[in-house]
């Protein structure tokens, strides 16, 4: 395969018929890395879409084994990108050398355990109900029900993670493993990265036999509306900001034809210290605290915006103390300029609050982002503040202080939608707490015990989801096995013979899957 750095990947091949020309660039010093990247046409955009719709008929139709295969063989692929591939991405990002390799893990890991999903078969939600044909008074017919992919989608790269919520990602790997094509949105932080990522998906491809458009990228800005917007396209994975993923929605919504568009987008996250906990271990929390705010440089779409205590002198203990520790946390460089300069305008908007103190942190400047901390007023969540809701991207959270477990509930309802909450408990906590734990299940997509929200587990039962606007569509995840739902739809056969129906709801079985029959699990033939 020929050293293509830089052009779109289209049909299973390269491509580069535009002029406008990007640059990848060293997130700790600004200096432009070498590679040209080719900002894709309109009418590239347009063959990528329709190289995916191509592509989509002989995909979807493929055994689960065969798609199976696909996956690992993108897994065999990344695991073999190297230590050069490794020092590219740590400087596209300005994130440590063990983060990487354990992103690259993780990566892999995810398109191995999508490849058992396949296997496994349960995705297709096999559903029969035998004919009746004695029913009175009506007969009932032979209805039987599968999953299968939407059709092409199209895939935004995150900024935070190179490599599990990008080229090779989550979203990649649920809709390959749904069946769907896939059109990938190269992300601007790190292109060098997603092209030697994407040349990967292509090596795998071709040793699997895949149909050329099985997988397309392509670079530039601007280029996205003209994706979601292209009527091949059938559903959008997003990870980013509110602003973002709301435009996409936005425009996937006004189409002729509308579609989904599952986006990741705001979250602040709110950790709760309940009264026995602080009484507890107040000190040990407020060091674990900090660590979890400024890990990865606050980067995380989990990161602890908030933190919620009842009024107490153990509260007011943990506070001191939480202070201290931010305050001892040092600078660190964010993954490129634009995202320093959204933690700056967060920042000036905090200070200029009037309900909001700033606690500790040293000035914000140079090109380094300055752990924070600040305290709000209860009343900011009692009244519908916004600010207080807007999640500021970096090494920064907020406290705020409530005067009673009444104004707690009261302040938690206030929230808007998250990915997670956080209960710091001890058992003494818990009696009468039912009311709190309900309110909670309502507004986030999982909730801790005893943990720290930064860290998301890849397996069959994690949540990494939430209401609006945590993300667009409450009803998924974008980590776990679940997040292939977001990307299968249901399709019923009445009366059908048995010869044309798929091999997941024939009476013989073939695929010896577990199916709903007459109401109950089977994975006997009929």
């Known amino acids: 395969m020929p050293a293509t750095i830089g052009h779109n990947i289209i049909g299973g091949a390269f491509s580069a018929a535009g002029s406008v020309v990007h640059k990848s660039h060293d997130a700790t010093t600004g200096e432009a890395l070498p590679h ?4 894709a046409t309109p009418e590239e955009v347009d063959a990528a879409a329709k190289a995916a719709a191509a592509a989509y008929p002989t995909y979807r139709s493929l055994s689960a084994e065969k798609r199976a295969a696909f996956l690992d063989a993108i897994a065999d692929e990344l695991d073999a990108l190297g230590d050069e591939f490794v020092a590219t991405v740590t400087r596209e990002t300005a994130l440590p050398t063990a983060r990487i390799q354990g992103e690259r893990g993780r990566t892999s890991g995810q398109m191995r355990l999508f490849a058992k999903v396949l296997r496994r078969g349960d995705f297709y939600g096999a559903r029969i109900d035998r004919a009746l044909p004695d029913r009175q008074p009506l ?16 895939v935004f790269g995150a900024s935070n993670f190179p490599l599990a919520f ?3 990602g989550g979203d990649t790997a649920a809709a390959l493993a749904a069946g769907c094509p896939v059109v990938f949105k190269a992300h601007s932080g790190h292109m060098t990265t997603a092209a030697h990522v994407g040349e990967a998906i292509l090596r795998a491809a071709e040793k699997t036999g895949m149909p050329k458009g099985v997988f397309n990228m392509i670079y530039g800005s601007g280029v996205g509306e003209a994706l979601v917007k292209h009527p091949a396209i059938q559903a959008v994975g997003f990870t980013g900001s509110l602003k973002g993923g709301r435009a996409l929605c936005d425009m996937a919504a006004a189409r002729p034809q509308p579609i989904p568009v599952f986006a990741e987008m705001s979250s602040i996250n709110p950790v709760i210290l309940l009264p026995e906990a602080a009484k507890a271990r ?16 606050g980067q995380f779409c989990t990161n602890p915006g908030l933190v919620i205590g009842i009024r107490s002198p153990e509260f007011s203990a943990f506070l001191e103390t939480f202070t201290a520790k931010m305050a001892e946390q040092q600078p660190q460089t964010m993954l490129n300029a634009g995202t320093l300069k959204s933690y700056v305008k967060g920042l000036e908007a905090l200070n200029a609050h009037s309900g909001i103190t700033h606690l500790t942190g040293a000035k914000q400047e140079g090109n380094q982002a300055r752990p924070q901390l600040f305290k709000a007023d209860v009343s900011l969540l009692l009244n519908g503040d916004e600010l207080l809701q807007e999640e500021v991207f970096g090494p920064t959270t907020i406290v705020v202080e409530v005067a009673d477990k009444a104004e707690l509930l009261k302040a938690i309802d206030g929230l808007h939608g998250q990915l997670t909450a956080t209960l710091l408990t001890e058992p003494g906590d818990l009696a009468g707490s039912e009311e709190l734990f309900a309110l909670l299940e ?20 994690m949540v990494h989801g939430g209401p609006y606007p945590a993300t667009s569509d409450a009803r998924g995840t974008s980590v776990g096995t679940l997040a292939i739902d977001r990307f299968l739809r249901p399709v019923c056969y009445q009366n059908c013979p048995d010869a044309l129906l798929p091999d997941a709801l024939k009476n013989a079985n073939p695929l010896g899957i577990a199916r709903l029959v007459d109401g109950a699990s089977s994975r006997d033939a009929l």
Do not use: H
Request: a neutral charge; charged letters at 20%.
């Open 36 to 39: 040209d990247f080719i900002q």
């Open 139 to 154: 007969p009932r017919p032979d209805l039987r029900q599968y999953r299968i992919g939407l059709g092409p989608v199209a």
């Open 166 to 168: 990008s080229t090779a």
């Open 282 to 297: 107040g000190e040990k929390i407020a060091g674990e605290l900090a660590g979890s705010v400024v890990m990865g440089c």
């Open 442 to 461: 309502q507004k986030v997509g999982r909730v801790l015990f005893n943990g720290y929200p930064t860290g998301v587990e890849v397996c069959d039962s």
